[in-house]
């Protein structure tokens, strides 16, 4: 169990060893399960936790009052210090002798095992940065520390305005994908001096003033911070003393997009929309299908290609309807709707284009920001839209602005070579995506990235790019694999072949040169790779005839309905 702390006062890991202890004798390691197994025992056994803690938390937690710490002894680059049940740091001076004094260890439940790490990280001091660990389930409780209620009265709606980014029209809050003037983006934004940053460990909690959602309880109660690890082992092996990784595997459908999910859908709640259409490759949908049960008067109709079906994960739920387009493409997907929306009376909600999920993916951002204890110069993600690189750099123009980083950060986007529009457009020096840059049938081990066509996005991703000094490359499928089994074998992370695009991309660029060994790094590990759970809804197929697109199966009792009740 890695967690991580880090922030102005310093970065660490902390590993959690959970252990069996006889009394009197030396403490036996057991995997978790049996931990639980024998939690009831009595007397004869007691549990305690050990934990490592890097040299730079470390020395905040052993220099910093109240926590009394007799000794504590370096284990290579870490110093290890034990903690009792009530939360008290004892030496580290041996396996065999935990307790410093006669105080019983008490049996350790995972609740009890939270508020010890919790304790610990509060002992640094009021500045102590919030505490890291995998995230939980968004549907479950919350289990956080509570918050302040002054914290969780709604947002001013001073504090934030919607416009578009071409003329600057200013909207009501309201779902306004684009601008009906001059037809540019529409993004909200937020005034700096009111922002605040919060004392949470949860990310929406804390970040709550950079957020498009006004009521704190539409977003997840019980979030945490997702890892980032200083990748040592392959910063080494790359001559790189300065990579880190962004572990966002971890999240609960194993996807950066759970993220999304919580923001948008809060966002698009409180816009008024209780129906729309949206289209994925997986982890989007995946991610909003999991999310949606927090809204039960939302319903989703999902539109998908049929090569994407199995990457599609969704919990039973009537709340999702499940539309699978035979033989289609992404864009195709895409494409259909936007029509389903108009002929239905729905919202589409346009992915890359809805700004609630840009605001969402800015939180990777803004957590490593705390967690690296050096000022990041390049940013690496793969990418099909980019709408993470762009959320990215949103997050870093207003965290400068809050004068919490002291530069923008050079981003790297990355594709896999099979399906590389936007690398050819910026090797080209295009503006657009031209129709040679447009991949018709993609194809390729990267799915979540398989996207050919990102003709509205590109343009202002190029502009980003340019901005930050960046760049665009493409990985091939051989470095994909390498860059995956380097992580794996090195990292003991385990990403999708997708998030390892974004490092296939950085060692390929390292390697020839192209990027400074010496730069500190963040590459963001978006996903992994799911298997599917529990019972799924059945999915609704459909297939193209004459240009359109109608029910395979004309017994369907959906899609009898829903093509009936077409406008």
């Known amino acids: 169990m890695d967690l991580l702390a880090g922030g102005s006062g310093g970065h660490g890991r902390l590993a959690v060893h959970r252990g069996l202890k006889p009394q009197g004798g030396r403490r036996q390691s057991r995997p978790l399960a049996q931990h639980r197994a024998h939690q009831c025992m009595r007397h004869q056994e007691h549990f305690a936790i050990r934990v490592e803690v890097e040299a730079p938390v470390a020395g905040a937690l052993l220099d910093r009052q109240p926590v009394q710490v007799a000794h504590h002894r370096y284990l290579g680059d870490a110093r290890v210090v034990d903690v009792d049940a009530a939360g008290f740091a004892h030496p580290g001076s041996s396996h065999s002798s935990l307790r410093a004094d006669s105080t019983p260890w008490r ?32 549907m479950k409780p919350n289990t956080d520390q509570p918050v302040g209620e002054e914290n969780l009265a709604p947002a001013p709606a001073a504090a934030m305005t919607t416009a578009c980014v071409g003329c600057h029209k200013t909207f009501r809050h309201g779902f306004v994908p684009f601008c009906d003037s001059c037809g540019d983006l529409v993004d909200v934004d937020y005034d700096l001096r009111q922002v605040h940053l ?152 346009r992915g890359f284009f809805n700004p609630g999920r840009r605001e969402g993916l800015k939180l990777a951002w803004m957590e490593a920001v705390e967690q690296v204890p050096e000022p990041i110069d390049w940013y690496v993600q793969a990418v099909s839209s980019a709408m993470g690189v762009f959320g990215t750099f949103k997050a870093a123009q207003q965290l400068h602005g809050l004068k919490r980083i002291p530069r923008l950060p050079r981003m790297l986007c990355v594709q896999q070579e099979s399906c590389s529009p936007m690398v050819h457009a910026w090797n080209e020096g295009s503006e657009t995506i031209q129709p040679h840059h447009i991949v018709a049938n993609p194809s390729g081990i990267a799915k979540a990235i398989l996207r050919g066509d990102p003709t509205g996005a590109y343009p202002r991703m190029r502009r980003i790019v340019q901005e930050t000094n960046g760049s665009f490359t493409a990985a091939s499928e051989q470095e994909i694999r390498e860059a995956r089994r380097m992580v794996e074998q090195l990292e003991d992370i385990s990403p999708c072949f997708s998030a390892s695009t974004a490092l296939a991309g950085l060692i390929q660029r390292v390697r020839s040169g192209e990027l400074s060994r010496d730069d500190t790094v963040l590459v963001n590990l978006t996903g992994r790779d799911r298997e599917p759970s529990g019972q799924t809804p059945p999915a609704h197929w459909l297939h193209r005839k004459d240009g359109r697109w109608i029910p395979e199966d004309p017994t369907d009792p959906v899609l009898q309905s829903l093509w009936a009740s077409k406008r």
Request: charge should be positive.
């Open 107 to 138: 049996p350790l439940c995972g609740r009890m095992r939270t508020d010890i790490l919790r304790g610990v990280v509060q002992r640094l001091g009021a500045d102590a940065p919030p505490l890291n660990r995998a995230p939980s389930d968004p």
């Open 198 to 349: 919060l004392q949470s460990t949860n990310p929406y909690r804390r970040f709550r003033d950079l957020l498009p959602v006004k009521d704190p309880a539409l977003l997840p109660a019980d979030a945490c911070y997702t890892p980032t690890r200083h990748a040592r082992r392959l910063g080494a092996k790359l001559g790189m003393s300065h990579l880190y990784l962004k572990n966002e595997t971890v999240q609960p459908s194993g996807s950066t997009k759970d993220r999304m999910a919580a923001v948008a859908l809060a966002y698009l709640w409180e816009c008024g929309v209780r129906s729309f259409t949206t289209s994925s490759t997986g982890n989007s949908s995946t991610a909003y299908a999991r999310a949606i049960t927090r809204f039960p008067g939302f319903t989703m109709f999902l539109c998908s290609a049929s090569d994407f079906h199995q990457r599609v994960h969704i919990p039973a739920t009537e709340q999702v309807v499940h539309l699978v387009l035979r033989d289609a493409t992404f864009v195709d997907a895409f494409q259909f709707a936007g029509r389903f929306a108009e002929e239905h009376g729905l919202v589409s909600e």
